[in-house]
T-cell receptor
């Protein structure tokens, strides 16, 4: 069964450093998403991406964040200068289309720890 | 305003019994989708069940069913014959569709503990 894959599964970084979280969405999917889940809290939307551009972003997704689909398969989330409060689980998700009865397919997540 | 409300932060159920996890939502859209996801302690998000706003019948998937009451804007998840492996966080989510994309808005979750 096709799946969304994320690497790394766990990343530890020093405050102020840049991190790139990587995702490979399901190959025939067209819409891609990043979500964040601070430990024990709700799943929060960061950004959605379609047709090689951001289609929507939340207030959390400020200038420190950027997304890219560099080569047609990978979908990356970059945090330029990490803060302690960026420590969270980051989920990538994809859907084949907009609307309909299809769920969002989630990756297994990357746990980011900023020290 | 919170769009998805899950009023039960934690629930306990005895193994083999049924349990209902509550979810209410707020939307002015006529067409929308409601989803339930399970998040075990390992952290991944597992899709369980979907209900479309125009579906006339309640969705069912194995031991999972959705008690959809559109007028009350509620979409409660019913798990029958609970198993120890059902212990997890459960999230209700609603899909919002925009002109160029969509988003899945999640509720705060309910932690279910199944007791032997």
């Amino acid at each position: 069964e096709p799946e969304v894959t994320q690497t790394p599964s766990h990343q530890v970084t020093q405050m102020g450093q840049e991190v790139i979280l990587r995702c490979v969405p399901i190959s025939n999917h067209l819409y891609f998403y990043w979500y964040r889940q601070i430990l024990g809290q709700k799943v929060e939307f960061l950004v959605s991406f379609y047709n090689n551009e951001i289609s929507e972003k939340s207030e959390i997704f400020d200038d420190q964040f950027s997304v890219e689909r560099p080569d047609g398969s990978n979908f990356t989330l970059k945090i330029r200068s990490t803060k302690l409060e960026d420590s969270a689980m980051y989920f990538c998700a994809s859907t084949p289309r907009r609307g309909g009865n299809t769920e969002a397919f989630f990756g297994q997540g990357t746990r980011l720890t900023v020290v | 305003a919170q769009k998805i409300t899950q009023t039960q932060p934690g629930m306990f159920v005895q193994e083999k019994e049924a349990v209902t996890l509550d979810c209410t939502y707020d939307t002015s859209d006529q067409s929308y989708g409601l989803f339930w996801y399970k998040q075990p302690s390992s952290g991944e998000m597992i899709f369980l069940i979907y209900q479309g706003s125009y579906d006339e019948q309640n969705a069912t998937e194995g031991r999972y069913s959705l008690n959809f009451q559109k007028a009350r804007k509620s979409a409660n998840l019913v798990i029958s014959a609970s198993q120890l492996g059902d212990s997890a966080m459960y999230f209700c989510a609603m899909r919002e569709v925009w002109n160029y994309g969509q988003n899945f808005v999640f509720g705060p979750g309910t932690r279910l503990s199944v007791l032997p």
